[in-house]
């Protein structure tokens, strides 16, 4: 089992190339299932998600789609309901499409959660959300629970594919979980 060390802390690999590939073709293989007669609109969460993005797409069957970005920041300021911040804004016209949100993973939801009410505002069709990694336990925006999932995992802090510990390690070709 491959291990790294980032900023004093030990990491384990837990999904290796091939185990995300399968969770990938997995999920692919519904996504085009499901759009196979659609025309959707892949909406790419920022930075994180933009490795599954590139797989999950070049993965799909026969499905004519558009591919776009978004960058967001939730926070929660003085009042109860949180904001989210467009880093980088939709370029793209949703309305009338059949959107599909693409994270690298939903832990609490409330990115997801706010990103399908800014989607729905805007006038998207539908709006589902596809994901490499799903915490549910940890799930408090019940909209929110993703659509197609790569892998579920429990309240693990995981890094690689995509996914940053304080920006870094967004390049690793495996999943890994932090040792307790
Ligand atoms: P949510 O809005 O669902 O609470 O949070 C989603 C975001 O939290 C993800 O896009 C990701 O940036 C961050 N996040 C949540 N869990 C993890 C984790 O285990 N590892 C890393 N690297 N980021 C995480």
Redesign the pocket.
Known sequence: MRTIEEQGYRFEEWLTPSDIAADVQQVAERISADYKDKEPLFVV?LN??FVFAADLVRALKDVRCEITFIRVS?YWGMSSTGKLEFIVPLQQVVENRDVIIV??????????HQLKAHMRAQGALSTRVATM?F?PN?LEYED?KPDYVGRELTD????GYG???DGFVRNLDAIYKVKQ
């Open positions: 969460v994180g998600a939730s994270e690298d993973i939903v832990d609490t939801g409330l990115t997801i990694l915490k940890k929110a693990e802090f995981v890094v996914l940053d510990f």
